[in-house]
């Protein structure tokens, strides 16, 4: 291979993916900084608030002698601004200037008094369309600094506003507070150079376990700056409790834990009361959910604990953008080497074809392998913190998992009668192929296969409802010993005839010679379906019942139309679509619901994954008959 032709771009390539790699870990990393300065400034405004004490009563009006005859009526008394009734003004000045005096406080922050600032005299001030922004929106992010408003006491009127600026932190564990994605993205970068001037093949998979170890590293730099985010608003939260502890003037002696709770309520925290530990912040299973903990010191022998959700529980989402970013690379150079090789004509070819391609591979993409990957990651992380197989251990201690799993299966027993009057259909459709007859019982057949589930499942519950079948509602969907034969019913009755199709595709397949030496030899019409039709049917068959059982495994729409799973307590008709669907949208488990109902789907993948490969084996001699 000539390496002048493709080793500089090869490298480029290289670089641009480990660029793109570094771009998206410093916009996650700028997320969780502007994340932080958003919860800190909303705990600040809290704790301003509850700190400041109102202004003091105005002084009694002295006596004044009784005006002349000839004036009229006094001045009206002069009207008190909404800040000046909800803050002691020179109050608050002290309590936003010692905000600067905390020690280990890792934030700037300018109290605005209306639109003056208090902290900064020589800051610019807000303007009135800002604290009317404010107002509205509730918070602002601008040029790195989190804006949120200062209300009154009653918390209803906005009276100024409180700004916060985070300051530097390291970016990464290594010293000198670099992460571990740039020297991956070097080291990603140089395999490159070597693969691509040394003409050393790619299949060896150096530079794509380098993308991939650039990939890792970056999604570790994104989670300790997710962690760090979460563990300097406990630590800067922390330091406020301790003053509002003193200074909250309506506590006396001893500061109430619902009066610090509710500086933190904004925020997405709570603060309960605790146990001596340590303060440096930790990671705790509360309730089976994942907490960031901090102790608090509110007194003498007194402790609260601060908690909060840690964010680092949804820091691999940005795998979404780091691992295509990594793979850029050697997707570039396999491009390259593939262009390389191959002539012009074809190469101009093969992108009009990727051309007609990408929709229906960014379809997939989006729409499929994204929400499959997903779901495996909740499967695997309860309460999307740690690898951990709880959701699953979840679902199989949960007996509604069994009786579902056993429902699904009863329900599936429909599929064999089902195939055999497709079977028998379609004999009959296919003998009288040429005539209206036919044609008409076809179109029966066929006719409840295209039609909406959804209309189906309501046609039956009427029919059901009016005792069509002679039977009562009571006696179908509302008994427990008969609702899945009134949901197999229904199947039965809206499958045969796409089952049909397959039947009468591979009638016509079959050479009308057979039939005719059959007659010759004297065969009537039993020997010529044992010997002929059957045996040359047999790959359509198995076909067709792998087919409806995998479609059976998956029945979702007519229970949910007509059943919701009930009836109830006894989840007679409930399966394991719908269960997944109920566990997932009700929170049937608790919070980690989503995560159970991703291991739950997952085992019914499993489930119809053993199915789908005889349905494959299956297909392949059906195309081969």
Same mark, same amino acid.
């Given at each position: 291979?000539?390496?002048?032709?493709?080793?500089?771009?090869?490298?480029?390539?290289?670089?641009?993916?480990?660029?793109?790699?570094?771009?998206?870990?410093?916009?996650?990393?700028?997320?969780?900084?502007?994340?932080?300065?958003?919860?800190?400034?909303?705990?600040?405004?809290?704790?301003?608030?509850?700190?400041?004490?109102?202004?003091?009563?105005?002084?009694?009006?002295?006596?004044?002698?009784?005006? +002349?005859?000839?004036?009229?009526?006094?001045?009206?008394?002069?009207?008190?601004?909404?800040?000046?009734?909800?803050?002691?003004?020179?109050?608050?000045?002290?309590? &936003?200037?010692? *905000?600067?005096?905390?020690?280990?406080?890792?934030?700037?922050?300018?109290?605005?008094?209306?639109?003056?600032?208090?902290?900064?005299?020589?800051?610019?001030?807000?303007?009135?369309?800002?604290?009317?922004?404010?107002?509205?929106?509730?918070?602002?992010?601008?040029?790195?600094?989190?804006?949120?408003?200062?209300?009154?006491?009653?918390?209803?009127?906005? $009276?100024?506003? !409180?700004?916060?600026?985070?300051?530097?932190?390291?970016?990464?564990?290594?010293?000198?507070?670099?992460?571990?994605?740039?020297?991956?993205?070097?080291?990603?970068?140089?395999?490159?150079?070597?693969?691509?001037?040394?003409?050393?093949?790619?299949?060896?998979?150096?530079?794509?376990?380098?993308?991939?170890?650039?990939?890792?590293?970056?999604?570790?730099?994104?989670?300790?700056?997710?962690?760090?985010?979460?563990?300097?608003?406990?630590?800067?939260?922390?330091?406020?409790?301790?003053?509002?502890?003193?200074?909250? +003037?309506?506590?006396?002696?001893?500061?109430?834990?619902?009066?610090?709770?509710?500086?933190?309520?904004?925020?997405?925290? !709570?603060?309960?009361?605790?146990?001596?530990?340590?303060?440096?912040?930790?990671?705790?299973?509360?309730?089976?959910?994942?907490?960031?903990?901090?102790? !608090?010191?509110?007194?003498?022998?007194?402790?609260?604990?601060?908690?909060?959700?840690?964010?680092?529980?949804?820091?691999?989402?940005?795998?979404?953008?780091?691992?295509?970013?990594?793979?850029?690379?050697?997707?570039?150079?396999?491009?390259?080497?593939?262009?390389?090789?191959?002539?012009?004509?074809?190469?101009?070819?093969?992108?009009?074809?990727?051309?007609?391609?990408?929709?229906?591979?960014?379809?997939?993409?989006?729409?499929?392998?994204?929400?499959?990957?997903?779901?495996?990651?909740?499967?695997?992380?309860?309460?999307?913190?740690?690898?951990?197989? &709880?959701?699953?251990?979840?679902?199989?201690?949960?007996?509604?998992?069994?009786?579902?799993?056993?429902?699904?299966?009863?329900?599936?027993?429909?599929? +064999?009668?089902?195939?055999? #009057?497709?079977?028998?259909?379609?004999?009959?459709?296919?003998?009288?192929?040429?005539?209206?007859?036919?044609?008409?019982?076809? $179109?029966?057949?066929?006719?409840?296969?295209?039609?909406?589930?959804?209309?189906?499942?309501?046609?039956?519950?009427?029919?059901?409802?009016?005792?069509?079948?002679?039977?009562?509602?009571?006696?179908?969907?509302?008994?427990?010993?008969?609702?899945?034969?009134?949901?197999?019913?229904?199947?039965?009755?809206?499958?045969?005839?796409?089952?049909?199709?397959?039947?009468?595709?591979?009638?016509?397949?079959?050479?009308?010679?057979?039939?005719?030496?059959?007659?010759?030899?004297?065969?009537?019409?039993?020997?010529?379906?044992?010997? #002929?039709? *059957?045996?040359?049917?047999?790959?359509?068959?198995?076909?067709?019942?792998?087919?409806?059982?995998?479609?059976?495994?998956?029945?979702?729409?007519? $229970?949910? !139309?007509?059943?919701?799973?009930?009836?109830?307590?006894?989840?007679?008709?409930?399966?394991?679509?719908?269960?997944?669907?109920?566990?997932?949208?009700?929170?049937?488990?608790?919070?980690?619901?989503?995560?159970?109902?991703?291991?739950?789907?997952?085992?019914?993948?499993?489930?119809?994954? #053993?199915?789908?490969?005889?349905?494959?084996?299956?297909?392949?001699? $059906?195309?081969?008959?």
């Amino acid at each position: 291979m000539n390496a002048k032709g493709w080793a500089v771009p090869a490298v480029a390539a290289a670089i641009v993916a480990a660029t793109a790699t570094l771009l998206v870990v410093n916009r996650a990393q700028y997320s969780y900084r502007r994340d932080f300065a958003m919860r800190m400034a909303r705990t600040t405004a809290a704790y301003i608030a509850a700190v400041t004490p109102p202004p003091p009563p105005p002084a009694p009006p002295r006596a004044r002698p009784r005006p +002349p005859a000839r004036v009229s009526t006094p001045p009206p008394p002069t009207q008190l601004s909404p800040a000046a009734r909800s803050f002691h003004l020179p109050a608050l000045l002290t309590q &936003a200037r010692a *905000l600067k005096t905390l020690p280990g406080w890792t934030s700037e922050v300018e109290v605005y008094y209306g639109t003056a600032p208090l902290v900064d005299a020589t800051a610019p001030p807000l303007t009135p369309d800002d604290l009317q922004e404010l107002d509205s929106a509730g918070s602002r992010w601008r040029k790195g600094v989190a804006l949120v408003p200062l209300r009154d006491r009653d918390g209803r009127e906005i $009276v100024g506003a !409180v700004a916060v600026r985070p300051l530097a932190a390291p970016r990464g564990p290594l010293p000198g507070g670099l992460g571990f994605a740039f020297p991956a993205a070097l080291l990603a970068v140089g395999v490159a150079a070597v693969i691509a001037f040394r003409e050393r093949p790619l299949r060896r998979g150096g530079y794509i376990a380098a993308a991939l170890l650039l990939a890792a590293a970056a999604l570790v730099d994104v989670r300790t700056a997710a962690r760090d985010s979460t563990d300097r608003w406990l630590k800067d939260t922390r330091r406020l409790l301790v003053e509002a502890a003193s200074r909250i +003037p309506s506590a006396g002696v001893r500061v109430n834990v619902s009066d610090l709770a509710a500086l933190v309520q904004s925020s997405e925290g !709570v603060v309960v009361a605790g146990e001596p530990a340590e303060s440096a912040p930790r990671r705790l299973e509360i309730d089976g959910t994942r907490r960031a903990v901090v102790a !608090v010191l509110i007194g003498a022998n007194r402790w609260v604990e601060l908690r909060s959700a840690p964010a680092e529980r949804a820091a691999p989402r940005w795998l979404v953008l780091l691992l295509p970013s990594a793979l850029l690379g050697p997707v570039g150079i396999l491009l390259l080497r593939w262009a390389e090789r191959t002539p012009v004509p074809r190469r101009r070819e093969t992108a009009i074809a990727w051309g007609f391609l990408t929709p229906a591979a960014v379809h997939l993409l989006i729409f499929t392998i994204g929400p499959t990957v997903f779901a495996g990651y909740l499967a695997l992380h309860a309460d999307q913190a740690a690898l951990t197989l &709880a959701n699953f251990r979840t679902v199989l201690d949960d007996p509604v998992t069994w009786l579902s799993f056993r429902h699904t299966l009863a329900y599936a027993l429909y599929v +064999p009668f089902s195939v055999a #009057i497709a079977l028998i259909a379609a004999l009959l459709v296919h003998a009288h192929r040429a005539r209206w007859s036919g044609r008409l019982l076809g $179109v029966a057949f066929l006719s409840p296969y295209v039609s909406s589930v959804v209309a189906i499942g309501l046609l039956w519950q009427l029919i059901y409802q009016t005792g069509s079948l002679g039977l009562g509602r009571s006696d179908w969907l509302s008994s427990p010993a008969t609702t899945l034969i009134a949901l197999m019913v229904i199947s039965l009755w809206a499958h045969v005839g796409g089952q049909m199709l397959v039947f009468l595709a591979g009638l016509q397949r079959i050479p009308q010679s057979y039939f005719d030496a059959a007659r010759l030899d004297g065969a009537g019409a039993w020997p010529r379906f044992w010997r #002929i039709t *059957l045996p040359l049917l047999r790959p359509f068959i198995w076909f067709v019942l792998v087919t409806g059982l995998i479609s059976a495994c998956q029945i979702f729409t007519l $229970v949910s !139309v007509l059943t919701q799973g009930g009836p109830l307590p006894a989840y007679s008709s409930e399966v394991l679509s719908h269960r997944i669907y109920q566990t997932a949208g009700n929170g049937t488990v608790g919070a980690a619901g989503a995560g159970v109902a991703a291991a739950l789907a997952f085992m019914v993948f499993a489930l119809v994954l #053993i199915l789908r490969w005889p349905q494959v084996k299956l297909l392949a001699r $059906v195309r081969h008959a």
